[in-house]
């Protein structure tokens, strides 16, 4: 086996063999080359001998690595997968057939419609599931990504058991059970498309888009999607940080139900991490959710958050220190490795540690220019004195940090305090309304003291813990039912590890179900989400003169802390917008007299891109914490 082969083939699952001799011998004439397959019988369940050869299963003993035991994403779906018992289901994408043969066997569906433009290369693998005995597999040689397939495949020859019911039907907004959507479109090398960032990111974004639009499979109704995607497109979906929240996210929370990750790689879904103590204590609030439902992982299928947060539960200790004690980052604990090694005499401050006085004594006796010191710094501790230095730095920042949360702490508490005053006399108010000041004197003090990427690193803690402490979190990663099952590259072919989320559609809000609201909705988000970072008030000047007087003092949940407002609407990012919000600028704008008319609004959405990208972004600093 050439060395090409012996990357790409993992001896602990077989199927990877077969997928690089498929591939070889497909050569030239396979088209799509970047697709990426499930090869892990363990990821899926139990292993199926109609998807393995006879030669693979003599190799692979149910002893070997656990390979054929029965576990993880099919069981963590077993409870909600009841309800589609002898559904019709339509696999886009379905590669090797795994995983879609795995899930076949539990809700043995009445129709399964492999959706696979890739038909011949996969061919070994379907062909068996297609022509064995009463199989209720039905092959569509069409591409998910071209949208007219899916006109294609709804007909009664492919689909005889769904029916689209008539326009302004209630069907049309009610859960349909009976199909099902599964996908796979995870891909190892992704590419621009237009303005988005793949052409995943565009399928990811139609799928929703068809909810609320009741087109392709959702003209059946709302129709439960399980998908496999990469890790991008799922931050798309499921930002891990508020400074990720994008016009996408908010599309996806108004139009779904559920949306949930149900196996993933582990760590922070987004180049932004959150402050580790908030990550860890909603870890602890999934882990206590899973609890109290009997939801259990597999040990081998933790993630590493979810075991700290089960260490800290177990533990008798103080929550707070056990959260400092885990929220160890990798350059602090690369600095206190080396600062040990340093001690410990595993590398010293010289090659060979030869010092410059050594270099002298050698050299004694010889010209000036000869007895100059040669002596070369080792990289080890080159990387230490950096790392030092980045260590002081963070200290200080750090300082400037602490300062500027305590400062906005205390105003939100002292604001609080304000809001609920009663029976208050005149003088206690006044003397609230002081302490408030000094505390906003304070916290611009600090502020002003920062760098322009540490104010930005401030206002993302900021709206990160604004945004946990709302009823409920702003983040539906914060809402999530348990911990994702955790998923290794190695699992995958190509070694690309993917996330698979579970999407329950839901009907819009009442208010921005009419085409009319819709499009307000979508012109709104479309514009204020160019820029999340900036203040909703900006955002409102920038769209129309008079925009932000006439509609911002008409919505009730901008003004609202306990519905995620602030008191200070200039206090309140884009990024921060909930969908009750939206809804009430909506409403607003509705009413508002001197609003741009439809062909207008409808100009200006077909020149803003559909997921977006925040120039603060780029601006995050990549530090010890």
Same mark, same amino acid.
């Given at each position: 086996?050439?060395?090409? +082969?012996?990357?790409?083939?993992?001896?602990?699952?077989?199927?990877?063999?077969?997928?690089?001799?498929?591939? @070889?011998?497909?050569?030239?004439?396979?088209?799509?080359?970047?697709?990426?397959?499930?090869?892990?019988?363990?990821?899926?369940?139990?292993?199926?001998?109609?998807?393995?050869?006879?030669?693979?299963?003599?190799?692979?003993?149910?002893?070997?690595?656990?390979?054929?035991?029965?576990?993880?994403?099919?069981?963590?779906?077993?409870?909600?997968?009841?309800?589609?018992?002898?559904?019709?289901?339509? /696999?886009?994408?379905?590669?090797?057939?795994?995983?879609?043969?795995?899930?076949?066997?539990?809700?043995?569906?009445?129709?399964?419609?492999?959706?696979?433009?890739?038909?011949?290369? !996969?061919?070994?693998?379907?062909?068996?599931? #297609? &022509?064995?005995?009463?199989?209720?597999?039905?092959?569509?040689?069409?591409?998910?990504?071209?949208?007219?397939?899916?006109?294609?495949?709804?007909?009664? /020859?492919?689909?005889?058991?769904?029916?689209?019911?008539?326009?302004?039907?209630?069907?049309?907004?009610?859960?349909?059970?009976?199909?099902?959507?599964?996908?796979?479109?995870?891909?190892?090398?992704?590419?621009?498309?237009?303005?988005?960032?793949?052409?995943?990111?565009?399928?990811?974004?139609?799928?929703?888009?068809?909810?609320?639009?009741?087109?392709?499979?959702?003209?059946?109704?709302?129709?439960?999607?399980?998908? $496999?995607?990469?890790?991008?497109?799922?931050?798309?979906?499921?930002?891990?940080?508020?400074?990720?929240?994008?016009?996408?996210?908010?599309?996806?929370?108004?139009?779904?139900?559920?949306?949930?990750?149900?196996?993933?790689?582990?760590?922070?879904?987004?180049?932004?991490?959150? #402050?580790?103590?908030?990550?860890?204590?909603?870890?602890?609030?999934?882990?206590?959710?899973?609890?109290?439902?009997?939801?259990?992982?597999?040990?081998?299928?933790?993630?590493?958050?979810?075991?700290?947060?089960?260490?800290?539960?177990?533990?008798?200790?103080?929550?707070?220190?056990?959260?400092?004690?885990?929220?160890?980052?990798?350059?602090? &604990?690369?600095?206190?490795?080396?600062?040990?090694?340093?001690?410990?005499?595993?590398?010293?401050?010289?090659?060979?540690?030869?010092?410059?006085?050594?270099?002298?004594?050698?050299?004694?006796?010889?010209?000036?220019?000869?007895?100059?010191?040669?002596?070369?710094?080792? *990289?080890?501790?080159?990387?230490?004195? @950096?790392?030092?230095?980045?260590?002081?730095?963070?200290?200080?920042?750090?300082?400037?940090?602490? &300062?500027?949360?305590?400062?906005?702490?205390?105003?939100?508490?002292?604001?609080?305090?304000?809001?609920?005053?009663?029976?208050?006399?005149?003088?206690?108010?006044?003397?609230?309304?002081?302490?408030?000041?000094?505390?906003?004197?304070? !916290?611009?003090?600090?502020?002003?003291?920062?760098?322009?990427?540490?104010? +930005?690193?401030? #206002?993302?803690?900021?709206?990160?813990?604004?945004?946990?402490?709302?009823?409920?979190?702003?983040?539906?990663?914060?809402?999530?039912?348990?911990?994702?099952?955790?998923?290794?590259? /190695?699992?995958?072919?190509?070694?690309?590890?993917?996330? #698979?989320?579970?999407?329950?559609?839901?009907?819009?809000?009442?208010?921005?179900?009419?085409?009319?609201?819709?499009?307000?909705?979508?012109?709104?988000?479309?514009?204020?989400?160019?820029?999340?970072?900036?203040?909703?008030?900006?955002?409102?000047?920038?769209?129309?003169?008079?925009?932000?007087?006439?509609?911002?003092?008409?919505? *009730?949940?901008?003004?609202?802390?306990? @519905?995620?407002?602030?008191?200070?609407?200039?206090?309140?990012?884009?990024?921060?917008?909930?969908?009750?919000?939206?809804?009430?600028?909506?409403?607003? $704008?509705?009413?508002?007299?001197?609003?741009?008319?439809?062909?207008?609004?409808?100009?200006?959405?077909?020149?803003?891109?559909?997921?977006?990208?925040?120039?603060?972004?780029?601006?995050? *600093?990549?530090?010890?914490?």
């Amino acid at each position: 086996m050439s060395s090409k +082969a012996a990357r790409a083939v993992s001896a602990k699952f077989p199927l990877t063999k077969r997928l690089y001799d498929a591939s @070889r011998l497909a050569g030239k004439t396979r088209k799509d080359k970047a697709r990426v397959d499930i090869v892990s019988s363990s990821l899926c369940g139990a292993c199926l001998s109609i998807v393995f050869s006879s030669k693979a299963r003599r190799q692979c003993p149910p002893e070997a690595n656990g390979l054929l035991s029965p576990d993880d994403t099919i069981a963590r779906l077993a409870p909600s997968l009841v309800r589609h018992k002898n559904c019709d289901i339509i /696999d886009m994408n379905p590669g090797s057939g795994l995983w879609s043969s795995r899930l076949h066997d539990h809700l043995k569906p009445r129709t399964h419609i492999l959706m696979e433009p890739a038909h011949e290369y !996969y061919a070994p693998f379907l062909k068996p599931l #297609l &022509k064995q005995r009463g199989s209720t597999y039905r092959l569509f040689p069409q591409s998910g990504s071209d949208w007219s397939s899916f006109q294609k495949l709804m007909t009664e /020859d492919y689909l005889p058991h769904q029916h689209i019911p008539p326009i302004g039907d209630k069907r049309q907004n009610e859960a349909n059970d009976s199909l099902l959507f599964v996908a796979n479109i995870g891909r190892h090398a992704n590419t621009r498309h237009s303005h988005l960032p793949s052409l995943t990111h565009k399928m990811i974004y139609q799928l929703l888009v068809s909810v609320y639009e009741h087109t392709t499979f959702q003209a059946y109704g709302l129709v439960r999607m399980l998908i $496999w995607m990469n890790e991008s497109q799922k931050r798309a979906l499921l930002p891990g940080s508020v400074v990720d929240r994008r016009k996408f996210s908010v599309q996806a929370e108004a139009s779904t139900k559920e949306l949930v990750e149900v196996a993933g790689i582990d760590g922070n879904a987004g180049p932004h991490l959150r #402050l580790p103590a908030l990550e860890l204590e909603s870890s602890i609030n999934v882990v206590k959710r899973m609890q109290s439902g009997g939801i259990k992982t597999a040990d081998k299928r933790k993630l590493d958050r979810q075991r700290q947060a089960e260490g800290i539960l177990s533990a008798t200790g103080d929550q707070e220190k056990s959260a400092k004690q885990t929220s160890s980052i990798p350059l602090a &604990k690369e600095l206190a490795e080396l600062e040990r090694g340093f001690a410990d005499g595993a590398f010293y401050r010289y090659v060979n540690n030869f010092t410059p006085e050594d270099a002298r004594k050698k050299r004694k006796g010889l010209p000036r220019a000869a007895a100059k010191p040669k002596s070369r710094t080792t *990289p080890q501790y080159a990387r230490l004195t @950096r790392l030092r230095s980045l260590a002081e730095q963070k200290g200080k920042d750090q300082m400037l940090m602490d &300062k500027v949360l305590a400062a906005a702490a205390k105003m939100r508490s002292i604001e609080q305090l304000i809001r609920t005053a009663e029976g208050f006399s005149d003088e206690s108010l006044r003397q609230l309304e002081d302490r408030l000041s000094d505390a906003r004197t304070e !916290y611009a003090l600090h502020y002003g003291q920062m760098s322009a990427i540490l104010q +930005a690193r401030a #206002l993302m803690n900021l709206d990160d813990g604004a945004g946990f402490g709302q009823d409920p979190p702003l983040l539906v990663s914060d809402r999530r039912p348990f911990e994702p099952l955790a998923v290794d590259r /190695d699992e995958f072919y190509p070694r690309e590890a993917l996330s #698979l989320v579970d999407i329950v559609p839901k009907a819009l809000p009442a208010t921005i179900q009419a085409r009319e609201s819709l499009e307000i909705f979508q012109y709104i988000l479309g514009h204020v989400f160019t820029q999340p970072s900036q203040s909703l008030t900006d955002a409102f000047e920038s769209l129309l003169p008079g925009a932000a007087e006439a509609i911002i003092p008409k919505v *009730p949940a901008l003004h609202d802390p306990a @519905r995620g407002g602030v008191t200070d609407i200039k206090d309140l990012r884009v990024r921060m917008l909930t969908v009750e919000m939206v809804e009430g600028m909506v409403e607003a $704008w509705q009413r508002w007299p001197f609003k741009p008319g439809r062909m207008e609004m409808l100009a200006s959405m077909a020149a803003e891109p559909t997921i977006d990208d925040d120039s603060m972004s780029r601006l995050m *600093p990549t530090s010890l914490g």
